[in-house]
């Protein structure tokens, strides 16, 4: 988790960079840091002496000459602002935790390191077509091979320790022995993992090779040496008491201590068997010789044989817990400090020498941060291949095509956290080409799905490009640079930024950085300002996009003027969500169309939420006088391109689809005592009768 704060401008005043630089890289030559290409990166180096500062490196030694310094290549993931990350709910938000997000769908890992890269993935798709082909060819791998998904999921990954981790605790020279120990549990199940992956025999196998196999066995063999360290350095007994101690005889002064705390140990344990055989028990089970941090070394019966003790003035009660009756004795009382005083002694002494042991497996911390890369890669890729094979609808591989092919056709497109939270969600098409369809214009009442559809394809695209399968029936997509978002801008108080300032700085932000490879979502535009001047910022942003930049672009909106663009710019294309209304009743159907809704549906979804019906009279009244109103006005006159008598016909037609819905109903009821396979040749026959009308309302309701 990282804190947001501000820092002042004398912070960013690189005045001592160079030489804190100095002491910070670890260069492989002599050449001076100043001298560094990344240095003439004014602004970069600023940051970064702010940086240092923050982290405060310059206090601990342990610091200096443990980095390099590189520059970082962003052009090589697609750029994405923070309004993406929000509005497409790809991480968990810190307000709501509990939401279902894209990082929760994907994330089945079994490693935190793995967690880590799979955020990372999320939020750094990739541009280079041929690294997303093979992420894809590696998910695709462990999609079709479930038995060595499963076995690597449960029985390896999941004993793994956060090499990452440890290896940069090492590196500062920072690590115990219990790290090493864990380290050392975690390679010793590396040659296991290494035969299960050589267990693959199918057509990626040189891929699967040369990613995973080859560098494993090739990181096994470089860091056979770190087992062999600890198993020289540790002693494993200790380990089996959550005790991390250097073995009695790695040192002569060691050893010494070592022989007197086994003599110590082996007197108390007959002091048990004296003990065990006084009280009629069996030592070792009814009785048994424990230890803890504050009591030291005692003995502990159940509380059923607590009366063996009772009232005996041989031994003393310590404490009562419901695992029994812990106890000690005269004999065990002077035995146990002395015990304690010994064992101190050993660990002070072994003090220099874990030390020197963690310099040398510090020495290691290259080959450990690799093996941590390589097993969070293989993690990341069996978590995607499981919330494919897992979803409602299995997820397919789509079709990567280089940037600038200008080309994306996603067939019976799902949202992915929608369909996850068991939401029945109605598939829909999605096709860009650049000869006749870059830009989609969407309308379509309120609640309709217009923005879990533009979403939808935002995340398709997104999950495509981070090297994922996606929630399609197929999926042709073109590499796009970046994905720009405007949806759902709220106010932000305490900045004294108002909904429509935010709205403004989102989409001043989209023009400044959105290219022709970008993909563009916009929704509901203009909203947040008077009808008038709103329309006129929406038309002027969609204008620009469509005939200057040309890329991609899904735009949501109820001004139903905006339509018009279609007829000045070739590659505009207008789709509206579905919906039935008559009656003052409205049924959704979720379907997105081409054409043009040809009504507002305001009124109909304020009746759905139960508005008291004078507020939906006086409404309606007020709404029929506007309109009148308009039909005269200079906008109208611009934009609107659906005819009185188009709309009269619509209305027609929608009330004769009433009808014929309440003569398909009826002759169901005389289908309801036929057989069942009669019943659906009945209704195949009734649709088609239907179908015949030329209805548009029916065939709509007919295609979803």
Known sequence: MCTVGQSLTGDFAAKSITQDLERLVKRKSDVAVDALPEMEKKLAVECLAVLINYLDFMSDEANFNKFCLKTFDISRYVKLDTAVVKSLNLIPSTSDSKEMCLYKLLNNCKTVSGQRLLKQWILQPLVDVNKIEERLDLVEVFILDSLIRQTIHEQHLSSLPDFTKIAKKLSLGKATLQDCYRVYQGLSKLPDLDSTLDEYTGEH?????????????????????????????????????????????????????????????????????????????????????????????????????????????????????????????????????????????????????????????????????????????????????????????????????????GVAELKELRHPCLEAIDVDVIPNDCVFNAENSMFHIITGPNMGGKSTYIRSVALTFLMAQMGSFVPCESATVTVVDSIMCRVGAGDSQLKGISTFMAEMLESSAILKAASESSLIVIDELGRGTATYDG??????????????????????????????????????????????????????????????????FGLHVAKMVNFPER???????????????????????????????????????????????????????????????????GVEAIKQEMLQHGNSFIRSLASC
Request: contains cysteine; aromatic residues 6%.
């Open 205 to 405: 196998r040189v891929l699967m090779n040369s990613v995973l196999s080859s560098e494993l066995k090739e990181l096994i063999t470089d860091l056979s040496k770190f087992s062999a360290l600890i198993e020289e350095v540790l002693d494993m007994d200790s380990v089996k008491t959550m005790e991390f101690l250097v073995r009695a005889d790695f040192e002569e002064a060691l050893g010494e201590i070592g022989e007197q705390m086994k003599a110590l140990e082996k007197g108390m344990d007959r002091e048990l068997q004296k003990v065990a055989s006084e009280l009629g028990l069996e030592a070792g089970k009814a009785l048994k010789l424990e230890s803890s941090s504050h009591l030291g070394y005692f003995l502990r019966l159940t509380r059923k044989d607590e009366k063996l003790i009772r009232n005996n003035k041989n031994f003393q009660i310590l404490d009562t817990k419901k695992d029994g009756v812990r106890f000690t004795n005269r004999k065990l009382s002077k035995l146990s400090p002395e015990h304690l005083e010994l064992k101190r002694s050993y660990q002070k002494l072994q003090v220099d020498v874990v030390t020197e042991v963690i310099k040398v497996a510090g020495g290691y911390a290259e080959s450990l941060y690799r093996i941590g890369d390589l097993v969070s890669q293989l993690d990341v890729v069996i978590s995607l291949a499981i919330a494919s094979t897992n979803a409602t609808l299995p997820y397919v591989r789509p079709k990567m095509l280089p940037k600038g092919s």
């Open 535 to 600: 329309f006129g910022l929406a038309w002027g942003i969609s204008h620009y996009i469509a005939t200057e930049l040309k890329c991609f672009t899904l735009f949501a909106t109820h001004f139903h003027e905006m339509t018009a663009l279609a007829d000045e710019v070739p590659h505009v294309t207008n789709m509206h969500v579905s919906a039935l209304a008559e009656m003052n009743q409205m049924t959704l159907l979720y379907k997105v169309l081409p054409g043009v809704c040809d009504q507002s």
């Open 615 to 681: 507020v939906l009279e006086y409404a309606r009244h007020k709404s029929q006088q506007l309109e009148d109103v308009e039909s005269h006005a200079t906008l109208d006159s611009l934009s609107s391109q659906i005819t009185e008598e188009v709309k009269c016909a619509r209305r027609k037609e929608r009330i004769e689809s009433y009808d014929l819905l309440q003569g398909f109903s009826d002759r169901l009821k005389e289908l309801s005592s036929s057989t069942p396979s009669d019943i659906l040749t």
